[in-house]
């Protein structure tokens, strides 16, 4: 049995409504090939296994979108944040939360899993300055263009967790809402 955790980059993002499990991967990077070798490899060499995708992750350990965008609060007055790029923000606790929760029940299979609801990179930097209290920031919106990444990324990575549906689990909290709870360190 294994748990392989994967990412909302191995869809390449150019349809306009949420993936489900059953939507063709078609990855634009390497990250995101890479990755979704991973999944295939599973599956393949595997009966008993949790793929789980999730995206656009933030948590207490580590580097993430939230640290920095709150650090550069501290440092400048305006920021400018791509907005032709839509996700899920997803918690590490939150998700932490709800692969304990699946793995319990033994319904193996792969499985999207993130906070609800969706926006851009640029609104979700504008809710973390706002519920950190930073509001002598100013946030205006860029395109991915003029951002000039090197890797591309999909324009709209929007998971729907169907397969917790499927299975009558309750699906996650609001994104803003565990953002609210990230923001003042109380987990429940």
Same mark, same amino acid.
């Not at 009966?47 to 995708?53: Q, S, T, V």
């Not at 032709?84 to 932490?96: E, I």
């Not at 999207?112 to 609801?117: A, G, K, P, Q």
């Given at each position: 049995?294994?748990v392989?955790?994967?990412?909302?980059?191995?869809?390449?993002?150019?349809? /306009?409504?949420s993936? +489900?499990?059953?939507?063709?991967?078609?990855? &634009?990077?390497? $990250?995101?090939?890479?990755?979704? %070798?991973?999944? /295939?490899?599973?599956?393949?060499?595997?009966?008993?296994?949790?793929?789980?995708? +999730?995206?656009?992750l933030?948590?207490?350990?580590?580097?993430?979108?939230?640290?920095?965008? &709150?650090?550069? %609060?501290?440092? /400048?007055?305006?920021?400018?944040?791509?907005?032709?790029?839509?996700?899920?923000?997803?918690?590490t $606790?939150?998700?932490?939360?709800k692969?304990?929760?699946?793995?319990?029940?033994?319904?193996?299979?792969?499985?999207?899993? +993130?906070?609800?609801?969706?926006?851009?990179?640029h609104?979700?930097?504008?809710?973390?300055?706002?519920?950190?209290?930073?509001?002598?920031?100013?946030?205006?919106?860029?395109?991915?263009?003029?951002?000039?990444?090197?890797?591309?990324?999909? %324009?709209?990575?929007?998971? /729907?967790?169907?397969c917790?549906? &499927?299975r009558?689990?309750?699906?996650?909290?609001?994104?803003?809402?565990?953002?609210?709870?990230?923001?003042?360190?109380?987990?429940?």
């Amino acid at each position: 049995q294994m748990v392989y955790i994967s990412t909302d980059y191995v869809f390449d993002g150019k349809r /306009r409504e949420s993936y +489900t499990e059953f939507d063709e991967p078609n990855p &634009l990077s390497v $990250y995101g090939l890479s990755k979704l %070798a991973g999944e /295939r490899y599973v599956m393949m060499l595997l009966n008993g296994f949790f793929i789980i995708r +999730t995206s656009w992750l933030y948590g207490k350990q580590g580097n993430n979108f939230v640290k920095t965008i &709150l650090g550069f %609060a501290e440092e /400048r007055d305006e920021l400018k944040i791509v907005d032709d790029q839509v996700g899920s923000p997803t918690y590490t $606790y939150d998700l932490a939360q709800k692969i304990s929760e699946v793995i319990k029940t033994g319904a193996f299979g792969l499985y999207h899993i +993130t906070n609800s609801e969706s926006c851009s990179w640029h609104q979700f930097a504008r809710d973390i300055l706002q519920y950190a209290g930073k509001k002598n920031v100013e946030v205006w919106p860029i395109t991915s263009e003029e951002l000039k990444r090197p890797a591309p990324r999909p %324009a709209f990575s929007v998971l /729907r967790n169907y397969c917790l549906e &499927l299975r009558n689990f309750s699906l996650m909290r609001h994104y803003k809402e565990a953002l609210k709870e990230y923001l003042t360190g109380k987990e429940s």
